[in-house]
């Protein structure tokens, strides 16, 4: 969630469009660049996100993940959401298909993603503009959810 000027918007795609109708906008080029942006974008939510999910809600990370998620919830209902959580968040990710991959292919296929941002990115410090733009807004925050939680580390 992002305040932009004094309306909440809660997913990525929206960010763009709030923030463009701002007369401070930069998120977006005014170029041809601003399709590469999106689409960036859009590839981060459809791809990476999937990446972290399937990673956080294995057998193995799906306790931790949960307490993490549910660490502020004291409520009985609360309680109860740790008992169902791993398994209806790893059927999501089983549905749509990254789930049923070991997690050992996971890590491998999650760096070569990672590899082709590298690439993608190149020595320039943004992606497609020469300031951060909704693209790379989008890859720090999946970067950011793989990070921060019970998600395996790659060995090296």
Sequence with gaps: ?????????YDSPSFASGYRSSPRSTLLSSDIGRGRQRQLEDWSDESLYWYGMALRWTAKNSPATAAQIFAAVRSACGRSRICWAPDRSRAMTRAQGLGRLPADVLLRELGHRLDDLAV??????FFYSEQP???DLAIYGQL?????????????
Excluded: F, W, Y
């Excluded at 969630?1 to 918007?9: A, H, L, Q, S, T």
């Design 1 to 9: 969630m992002i305040e932009i000027d004094g309306v909440r918007v």
């Design 120 to 125: 993608l990115l190149g020595d320039r410090p």
């Design 133 to 135: 733009s909704v693209a």
């Design 144 to 156: 950011h959810m793989l990070r921060s939680g019970p998600t395996p580390k790659p060995r090296h």
